[in-house]
């Protein structure tokens, strides 16, 4: 794989180019991207064919670029998360000021992309996004509050509502609504992963709810919000975006996530946190999936 030789502080640095794409977390990014086209494909009106690449690739980057700036500002608890210390900066093959200034040059080429190429609205979203993200979640509320991933998931939530605006140039209630299910989803989907990766957090002195809190209190939280989502899930029926195929699969795909948060309060152990978070990720992909091909 080529190498990328450069200078930092006067050292000569050689990164992958894989290494720069895993600053991107690009697992991570593939939702984040599915639900910014959703929010394409269900906003009202048409974009050219080549709008729409730039459209999802401008919020792929820009997600990407959030990702890569939050590796360089967690670096030090990466380092002793079992989960994160094989990534790039923590086994020193990114230097840090690489992956600030890879993932600073990257964000504001992503929003001036979206802003000259589609409109200023879907650019102003972009850009509050990776704002939100790095210095509202990574840099004040990740390391502070048990709430963090509740206020701070609402940076995750964007994506359809830019790709939304990308298509109509504004924010409308059906966006929002695309939004609130999102950031209904957030807590439960990632407090699962908090359960099994609980020594972790510890570790890494991250104030998690099941660190902060105890676990019976964090699978509580659980079923609530899942209890909360379920307006969110069933919104877009009663907005008129997608139709009865749509209702049916969000009644099934819903009944089981709350199944799933019974499960885990019920669960001794951890097995069934681990399988509600890979359930989570099913359930958003299969409800934006079932919406755009539905969609009224």
Not at 87 to 96: D, I, K, N, S, W
Not at 147 to 167: D, E, L, R, T
Not at 172 to 201: C, G
Request: hydrophobic share 55%; proline share 5%; glycine share 8%.
């Amino acid at each position: 794989m080529t190498d990328i030789a450069t200078y930092t502080d006067g050292a000569v640095s050689s990164a992958k180019v894989g290494d720069f794409i895993e600053l991107l977390k690009p697992r991570v990014m593939t939702l984040v991207v599915f639900s910014g086209i959703a929010g394409i494909v269900l906003a009202p009106g048409h974009l050219h064919p080549f709008l729409v690449f730039v459209a999802v690739l401008c919020i792929a980057v820009g997600a990407g670029a959030s990702g890569a700036i939050n590796m360089w500002y967690e670096r030090d608890i990466d380092a002793v998360m079992n989960r994160t210390r094989g990534r790039p900066l923590p086994m020193g093959r990114v230097a840090p000021a690489e992956a600030l200034a890879f993932g600073g040059v990257l964000t504001l080429l992503s929003v001036g992309l979206m802003g000259v190429a589609l409109n200023w609205a879907a650019a102003a979203l972009l850009a509050f996004a990776s704002f939100f993200y790095i210095f509202v979640y990574t840099i004040w509320l990740k390391r502070v509050t048990p709430q963090n991933i509740v206020i701070g998931g609402a940076a995750g939530a964007f994506p359809p509502m830019i790709g939304w605006a990308a298509v109509t140039g504004h924010v409308s209630p059906e966006s929002i609504a695309l939004f609130t299910l999102i950031f209904l989803w957030t807590p439960p989907h990632f407090w699962a992963l908090a359960l099994y990766r609980n020594d972790d957090y510890r570790r890494a002195n991250i104030p998690m709810l099941p660190v902060v809190a105890g676990e019976k209190a964090t699978k509580r939280q659980m079923i609530l919000y899942t209890l909360l989502l379920t307006p969110a899930a069933l919104a877009p029926w009663f907005m008129h975006m997608a139709g009865t195929a749509y209702l049916i699969a969000a009644v099934v795909l819903h009944g089981l996530f709350i199944l799933s948060a019974v499960k885990v309060w019920a669960d001794s152990t951890h097995k069934y946190a681990r399988i509600m978070f890979g359930y989570s990720i099913f359930y958003l992909f299969a409800l934006f999936t079932v919406m755009m091909l539905d969609k009224v």
